[in-house]
């Protein structure tokens, strides 16, 4: 654009065609001011707008938000005589709509001469997006003529107003459906929270792209069924009749970082190199926190040095990634690096460069950090920075600092900064503070057993067996038991849960006696295992994928 304006401005007259050309290319470019800069040239030389100038303007406004400069153009619609031109108003419409104006949207539609299915289609669409459902019905119910586009905007309207059951009565009659419209209400019904209907309309689909595929990939993940993300997917590549995109391989990337799938989330890798995707950011984003996740820190910085273009989040995940491995020092540098690079940094950097100076023990420089934040940055201290540093200040043992920032906060403390200093309370033996934390947990947390269990820990540490044992008592009263562990492993390209005392795996048996064999050699060799006192050497296997 910058060599085409140089030409354009060479040009002593310029006709409407070359003014027309230069607001297309400025607008496809989204240099949306330099389209109402040229157009107001335009009319000072008395360059008259023709049809195919006015959208490409209003466009502009839409887009830009400039209400006051799109009503502006509107008269210069009504001076020129374009009122009545399908193209015209129907921009029109798109630009009152955006501005939520939707009585000024339908008077534009009512003067319209030719109503086209497009026509309709923009205000029906603009009055869903007033959130006016009803009068978007109505004017459905009058369209001369309803394509595919229009039934599925209708049945998007009331998806989006959260009344599926309206949505599926007029999907159950919309004639000649076609893959994006069984989409639409397969969408719905993940995004309404019914799942299982989700599911279920999948396998009735006659027909799926790489969208259907998506939805029923991301409902899992956004539901929490990381294993299902990763059966999906082996099912879609098996099936090989679509393949994977981008937000397909950030959504199942993002499952393996959850469940540890490490060899899966390296092949994801290999398969995103392979198909184009090496240089696609948001995929190289999910593969710096997989492989963060994962406990590869560096593949994880390898993915970043590699990455041509990096954005706030890119920062952002290997700051975080670095320092939740303990290497603080590398954060810190990386922030550095992140400032010379010109990128503004937001709230969830500094949680990373916070917890960076918590693993290094560097109080002074997280106070610098939190203070700076606020000072140089204009970032407001949300609860997890105070978080941060409660936990920094309880990790070093400055636990009365700590209960100070806790009675400082404008917000009230959560149970994770309660919890943080209780479990600094059991390292520095304190018990006064960590009596205090608890009876904060037990109001935020009463059902949580875990909380009972650390300050039983500290007492036992004191040899305070009395109170060991009247905690004991008062967790038992709650009627909770604490949660069994869990650990994920990797087996024969899928993803083993083991839980304590579980014998749900259908090789239990096998198990138990290879582990009882390896028990004995470790002992037959002067092994002692270290167990806390309230716990019991116990393990068990639930399932698999």
Known sequence: MPHAHTVFDRVFKPNIALCNAMLKGYAQNDAYKQVMHLFSQMKSRDIVPNCFTLPIVLKSCLVGNAWREGEE???????????????VGTTLIELYSGERSIEAAYKVF?????????????????????????????????????????????????????????ARKLFDHMPNKDVMSWNTILNGYATNGDFEVCERLFEEMPKRNVFSWNVLIGGYGRNGRFFDVLGAFKRMLIDGDVCPNDATLVTVLSACARLGALDLGKWVHVYAENNGYEDDVYVGNALIDMYSKCGTIENAADVFNRMGRKDLITWNTIIGGLAMHGRGADALSLFHQ????????????????LCACTHMGLVKNGMAYFQSMVDDYSIEPQIEHYGCMVDLLARAGLLAEAMDMVKRMPMEADAVIWAALLGACRVYKNVEFAELALQNLIKLEPKNPANFVMLSNIYG??????????LKVAMRDTGFKK???????????????????????????????????????????????TVAAEDKPKVGISSSL
């Open 338 to 353: 992140m400032n010379n690079a010109r990128v503004q940094p937001d709230g969830i950097t500094f949680i990373g460069i």
């Open 110 to 166: 009512g003067e319209m001469g030719e109503r086209n299915v497009v026509a309709w289609t923009v205000m029906i669409n603009g009055c869903i997006l007033c959130q006016n459902i009803v009068s978007a019905r109505r004017l459905f119910e009058l369209a001369p003529n309803r394509d595919i586009v229009l039934w599925n905007i209708m049945v998007s309207g009331y998806i989006e107003m959260g009344e599926m059951v309206e």
């Open 73 to 87: 153009v509107h008269c210069d619609v009504i001076k020129g005589g374009f009122g009545a031109n399908p193209f």
């Open 483 to 529: 949660l069994p562990g869990c650990s994920l492993i990797e087996v024969k390209d899928g993803v083993v849960e083991f839980y304590s005392l579980d014998e749900r795996h259908p090789e239990t048996k096998k198990i138990y006696e290879t582990l009882k064999g390896l028990t004995e050699l470790l002992t037959s060799g002067g092994y002692k295992p």
């Open 461 to 470: 540490d004191l040899g305070k067996w009395k109170d060991v044992a009247r």
